[in-house]
């Protein structure tokens, strides 16, 4: 097995003492492994945050193609996967949060609504350094998604951190509807708290302004 297939295995296993000594033997920080992942690919998917940093500080590319189709980033994969320290350390080295990667993922959209019902600490942390709730991938915002994916609890922690129903995640929500009537009880639940939130900021607008949902 030669040097980058070691480094990208170590890495991918968590293992920041081997991954140190293969960089200080030589390892280029970004030679691929023969499936063509890298070292920060795997290391940010398996969720190792030590071997991450150690990475970045050897001079790994930050916003390199990564994933098993070169589709993704390493933000994207570690918030697609909940890995919140992960994320924080990329954060910190100065990741993009928007649209990134061959699909052009959003880092919050995957945090909100991969898994069985998103990564709330992932989503929180995003949120607490600036990321914008409403950013949207596909023309969709991560609330638009999680109401299309029915998750529920999500739909909830979002309207929490703030973020804005349109007249679109009110249609999304009927069309989910359409698509599982098995579910009413659920997506009338997520329509209410929709409404809620809608009528609230109605309700809270200057005299004069013009209530409803933005386009």
């Known amino acids: 097995m030669d040097m980058a297939d070691q480094l990208v ?3 991918g296993d968590g293992d920041v003492v081997e991954v140190d000594r293969l960089l200080g033997q030589g390892a280029v920080v970004d030679a691929p492994h023969r499936d063509g992942r890298t070292a920060l690919d795997r290391a940010a998917e398996q969720g190792h945050a030590d071997v991450v940093r150690r990475l970045l500080g050897a001079g790994a590319e930050l916003e ?6 070169q589709e993704s ?4 994969l570690a918030a697609s996967r909940g890995h919140a320290a992960v994320v924080g350390v990329l954060l910190d080295a100065g990741a993009r949060t928007g649209a990134q990667g061959r699909l052009g993922c959003v880092p919050l959209v995957l ?3 991969t898994g069985d019902g998103g ?16 950013a949207v991938m596909k023309h969709r915002t991560a609330l638009d998604w999680a109401v299309r994916f029915g998750q529920e609890g999500t739909v909830y922690h979002l309207l929490g951190r703030g973020a ?3 007249a679109a995640t009110l249609v999304t929500a009927r069309e989910h509807l359409g ?6 009880r659920k997506t009338g639940r997520i329509a209410i708290a929709l409404l809620a939130v809608d009528v609230a900021r109605g309700a809270n607008q200057e005299p004069g302004a013009e209530a409803g949902n933005p386009a």
């Open 9 to 11: 295995l170590s890495a």
């Open 64 to 69: 390199q193609s990564a994933g098993e189709y």
């Open 73 to 76: 980033t390493p933000l994207c």
């Open 111 to 113: 945090a909100a609504t």
């Open 119 to 134: 990564y709330p600490e992932t989503v929180d942390l995003l949120l607490d350094r600036g990321v914008d709730i409403n």
């Open 164 to 166: 804005v129903p349109s």
């Open 179 to 184: 698509h599982h009537p098995e579910r009413r």
